[in-house]
């Protein structure tokens, strides 16, 4: 079996790609996988990070198509403006250099959008699909039916960021297929959720039995709407993304604590102030006083 350590490694390709789910990609993607042989297909490259790692298990006679906007503006609001927002050095060129750092020759790329894919793949073809590109609750309900229509019968399906604060809409749209449309949970991770639209049993069976030969890896079963699902983290993630929280939420009461100073002493400085310009308000009437003194004293010296 393919393990992480046996890949060239793509860590210096800019993205976000965990270190458990290179682990696990390598694990559903290896020759001893539930479905060994079939198409590889992701939606959402960025830099390539994620397209480096799956395009290592290409076999002979199978494809890797991969599709992005690679730049493009969408013509959809909200998806130009989280494109914009998160996207923006990224080009095809770029791309193309990155995977091109790890691998000898580029895969099927697609510049369009990742409703676009079924043109592009063959029904029930692919083993494993990483569905990794809008954010959009209707782009990744779209993208749900073209993953089913792709792949082969018992092929593993990826969805990213299915549970992440600032992606509500994958959230919706990988559970409503849950509920609905006949996804499978095999597993999730902190970031991603594998799942099937076959048969999920012989897939967590495997898995298990490769959580449990790694120490550093834990698992633990629950059930979803009457559907079994592994969850699988290791320690250190759990670690570093509490320590994320812990430390975002420690500079944000840092934050707080020095606006809240800050607040005093310029109160401090507001009623000193006020306590000046009475002062400069006195003085300037006593000076005026006694400078009327001193004219009329004057006047009357002078009529004298
Ligand atoms: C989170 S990044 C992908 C990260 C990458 N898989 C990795 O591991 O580093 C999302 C990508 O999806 C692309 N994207 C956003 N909306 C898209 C859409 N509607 N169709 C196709 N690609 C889209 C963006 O250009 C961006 O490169």
């Known amino acids: 079996m393919t393990e992480l350590s046996d890949l060239k490694p793509v860590k210096d390709i800019p993205g976000w790609f965990p270190w458990l789910d290179q682990r696990l990609f390598a694990h559903f993607l290896s020759e001893d996988a539930v479905v060994p042989r079939g198409d590889l297909v992701e939606l959402g490259t960025y830099m390539g990070k994620s397209a480096a790692l799956i395009g290592q298990f290409l076999n002979p006679g199978e494809t890797f198509t991969v599709l992005d906007l690679f730049g493009a503006t969408p013509g959809d609001e909200p998806n130009a403006v989280e494109n914009a927002r998160s996207y923006s050095r990224l080009t095809r060129d770029r791309f193309e250099q990155y995977y091109l750092s790890v691998h000898d020759e580029l895969p099927v790329i697609v510049q369009d959008y990742s409703s676009a894919i079924v043109d592009h793949v063959k029904p029930g073809t692919a083993r494993f699909v990483h569905v990794d590109a809008s954010h959009l609750y209707e782009h990744v309900a779209v993208d749900v039916g073209s993953a089913r229509r792709i792949m082969l019968p018992d092929g593993v399906v990826v969805f990213d960021d299915f549970r992440s604060w600032h992606t509500p809409g994958v959230a919706a749209g990988v559970w409503e297929a849950v509920i609905d449309r006949g996804l499978r949970p095999i597993a999730t991770s902190l970031q991603k959720f594998y799942g099937t639209f076959g048969d999920p049993a012989p897939h967590q069976d495997r898995l298990i039995g490769w959580v449990r030969s790694h120490p550093r890896h834990r698992f633990e ?3 979803i709407a009457g559907h079994p699902l592994v969850r699988v983290w ?21 934050i707080s604590a020095d606006v809240a100073a800050l607040d005093k002493r310029l109160t401090v400085i507001d009623r000193r102030l006020a306590a000046v310009q009475r002062d400069l308000a006195e003085r300037s009437q006593s000076t005026g006083r006694r400078a009327l003194r001193a004219a009329r004293r004057w006047a009357a010296s002078a009529r004298r």
């Open 221 to 223: 079963t629950v059930e």
């Open 234 to 254: 290791d320690d250190e993630s759990v670690a570093r993304q509490k320590g994320g929280g812990d430390a975002k939420s420690a500079n944000l009461s840092r």
